[in-house]
């Protein structure tokens, strides 16, 4: 069988591993094992010496760079790659320092240039390097590190509630707040590891100098009793060589140690790096610049003391705070032209003022809940408030069931209500108010009750059922009688999710509608570009799905509403008609919550008599098809409908009448002010697939 060329193993080359960073990084720290146990030549020793002190230099100024600390998140696992890498070169120096007492060009340099080819001042100076590393800065790098860890692990539920509090008030969106969700994430996860990874960097320094110690008193020995080499001899040599070792070794680690300490104590502005942070912070003190300055020139001045010096240090400090002065008054001149511009701005003409003050007022909120001033603690999460995140459930359930997402409600407080009420609002007009008894709970009779409690008689608010409020501690006592017992804040979200599901169309604006169909559009271009605006405008469409959610048909399946819209639109553009085309396209949506648990419809149907009655009834304008039938008729067929609806829900079903296609938007006209709860479809919206009995018939 032929293979392919594009099948073909790859062989492995520069150029792929290249490509590769994963390879790459996996060969380097393969490499740097195998560096311990493997004897390596001078002049590759040489290289891998240059290497670590080049990459020190670079993480070193990577940290001064830096905006944030977690732009930086590599660095703990780079802190353990470095250490590693350091520890590595220590043992492979000390195998060519033990067994060939010549380590290479840069170790020999950083023995004898450094140190002046003093093997005292050698020893002086890697030991300051150790005490400056493991006491000064490890140390507070370690302590800074695990109170940042703790601070961060304990400010993290506050951040994550104030990153809910502005998705439910509406401030950002879903994708900013997952966002921000993952800076969160990433920030306590970066601080826990620097808490344990600046252990690296200690351990690095014990064993530095637990290393030279070694290769001292090793060294010796193996000078004066292999090599024959005179004790003064050997002496010179190898701590020349295990001096010059450390310091090659303690340089860079210092710098990483450091790199480490600028990056747990980050705590400066995001817009800036370190550098320009110090600049500007230091600029905004002039004086202190100046007055630091004269001291300086004082001392100069002082019998005995070296006035060169500090004449020049003095100079350049003046120089500096005198530009910095310069720069503070251009700055400040320049805000207060800036101001005076704002304020003239503020200060327009007497006629404009009451306009824009009356413009204002005309905005709207869509849905909007007052609080008396007693349920304030219902929307505070400082005070164990949940009704914020009850209202967020509530506008994720009502994306789920009817197809799309409520504008965001607005919590505000009146003064002008009782303590303990609360109303709801829909575009500014009240459309439920309740009273709530906080500390108290509200306690319903869903029918089997064995024990009837004592409490405060009520109505519950969202579907007018008998109530009662109960008192903590009474609560545990009436849930094992059988009562349903709910808190304030559920009352008062469920009140809200029955008037949201009640008035769901009055909120279905066009810009959603457009929202909606540019949503449908990225799935399904073809039937949108096909129906907007060739066959139907946006408030066309908008008609229909509002007369799909008055009866609370969802329409979260907004492909096929489009496609039914597509087919029939052509023929006609009444609403009405459009709706009951969708009607039928959607009967496996429309029944699928309405059956019991056997996949069984139980219905009313209409009697063919009264039917027809309707039917003629009807009349045809040019403004639409409405049906002019007297008040008193119209409460008879309303009352018969009730009493033939009422066997079906005594047994538990949801009342339903059922008649045909032609009439029923006109029967669901007549009685949808009397029943509004009550499902009015017609046979075409009935699913083939479900079983239906019929349990009465209404004859009028």
């Not at 190898?238 to 747990?264: E, N, R």
């Not at 459009?578 to 309405?594: D, M, Q």
């Not at 139980?602 to 049906?627: C, M, N, R, Y």
Request: net charge neutral.
């Amino acid at each position: 069988m032929a293979v392919s060329p594009a099948t073909r193993a790859q062989p492995v080359t520069f150029f792929n591993i290249a490509r590769s960073p994963d390879i790459a990084m996996a060969i380097c720290v393969v490499g740097i094992l195998l560096v311990l146990v493997i004897p390596i030549p001078r002049f590759l020793m040489d290289i891998l010496l240059s290497l670590n002190i080049s990459i020190s230099v670079v993480v070193l100024l990577s940290s001064m760079y830096l905006q944030r600390a977690v732009d930086f998140s590599i660095f703990p696992s780079l802190l353990l790659i470095l250490t590693l890498f350091r520890l590595s070169l220590n043992v492979a120096s000390t195998r060519l320092i033990l067994a060939q007492a010549d380590a290479g060009e840069v170790i020999r340099a950083f023995g004898t240039f450094v140190t002046y080819g003093n093997i005292f001042v050698g020893v002086v100076i890697f030991i300051i390097l150790v005490v400056i590393q493991f006491v000064v800065i490890t140390r507070g790098a370690t302590r800074i590190s695990e109170v940042a860890a703790r601070f961060t692990l304990d400010a993290m539920p506050g951040k994550q509630m104030g990153v809910d509090s502005d998705l439910n008030a509406g401030l950002i969106t879903e994708e900013e707040a997952r966002r921000r969700r993952r800076e969160i994430e990433r920030e306590a996860d970066f601080y826990g590891a620097m808490d344990g990874a600046t252990k690296f960097v200690r351990g690095d320094a014990i064993a530095g100098l637990v290393i030279t110690i070694v290769n001292i008193s090793v060294g010796l020995v193996i000078g004066v009793l292999i090599n024959r080499m005179p004790l003064a001899e050997a002496a010179r040599v190898y701590t020349q060589l295990t001096i010059g070792d450390g310091l090659v070794s303690q340089i860079p680690a210092l710098m990483v140690s450091t790199a480490a300490g600028l990056v747990v104590t980050r705590t400066v502005s995001e817009e800036t790096s370190l550098g320009a942070d110090v600049t500007i912070q230091f600029s905004k003190y002039p004086r202190a610049l100046g007055v630091s300055a004269i001291l300086l020139g004082i001392f100069g001045l002082v019998p005995g003391m070296p006035f060169t010096p500090f004449a020049l240090v003095a100079g350049v400090l003046g120089f500096i705070a005198y530009m910095s002065a310069r720069v503070q008054r251009e700055r400040e001149l320049k805000l207060k032209k800036e101001a005076e511009i704002s304020t003239k701005l503020r200060e327009k003409p007497s006629a404009e003022s009451p306009t824009e003050k009356a413009e204002a007022l005309l905005s709207v909120d869509p849905i909007k809940i007052e609080l008396g001033i007693g349920l304030i603690s219902l929307a505070d999460r400082t005070q164990g408030g949940d009704l914020l995140d009850r209202i967020q459930k509530i506008r994720e359930q009502m994306a789920l069931q009817m197809g799309f997402v409520v504008p965001v409600v607005r919590i505000v407080d009146n003064l002008l209500l009782r303590p303990n009420q609360y109303c709801i609002k829909i575009r500014e007009t009240v459309v439920g108010s309740y009273e709530l008894i906080p500390e108290h709970y509200l306690a319903m009779n869903p029918g089997f009750v064995e024990k009837e409690i004592e409490g405060i008689p009520t109505t519950e608010p969202a579907f007018g059922l008998p109530a009662i409020w109960v008192s903590e501690s009474v609560k545990d006592e009436a849930e094992k009688a059988g009562y349903t017992v709910v808190e304030p804040s559920a009352v008062l979200a469920t009140h809200l999710s029955e008037i949201l599901s009640t008035h769901s169309a009055e909120l279905l604006t066009r810009e959603e509608v457009q929202r909606l169909l540019k949503r449908l559009k990225q799935s399904s271009p073809t039937v949108v570009e096909e129906l907007i605006p060739n066959i139907l405008s946006y408030g066309e469409v908008q008609k229909v799905l509002q007369n799909l959610l008055k009866e609370r048909v969802s329409i979260r399946n907004l492909e096929v509403i489009c496609e039914t819209l597509c087919d029939y639109g052509t023929k006609t553009k009444d609403p009405e008609i459009l709706t009951e085309y969708v009607r039928h396209a959607l009967a496996r949506v429309i029944c699928a919550p309405l059956v019991d648990e056997t996949n069984t419809l139980h219905i009313v149907t209409i009697s063919p008599q009264l039917e027809q009655e309707i039917s003629e009834a009807v009349k045809k304008t040019e403004g639409g098809d409405f049906i002019p039938i007297s008040p008193i008729r119209t409460q008879q067929i309303s009352e018969k409908i009730a009493e033939a609806v009422q066997k079906l829900i005594l047994n538990g079903y949801e009342p339903i009448v059922v008649c045909t296609a032609s009439i029923r938007r006109f029967l669901r006209r007549i009685i949808e002010r009397r029943l509004p709860k009550v499902y009015v479809l017609s046979y075409n919206e009935i699913d083939p697939h479900i079983k239906v009995q019929v349990d009465g018939q209404v004859a009028v």
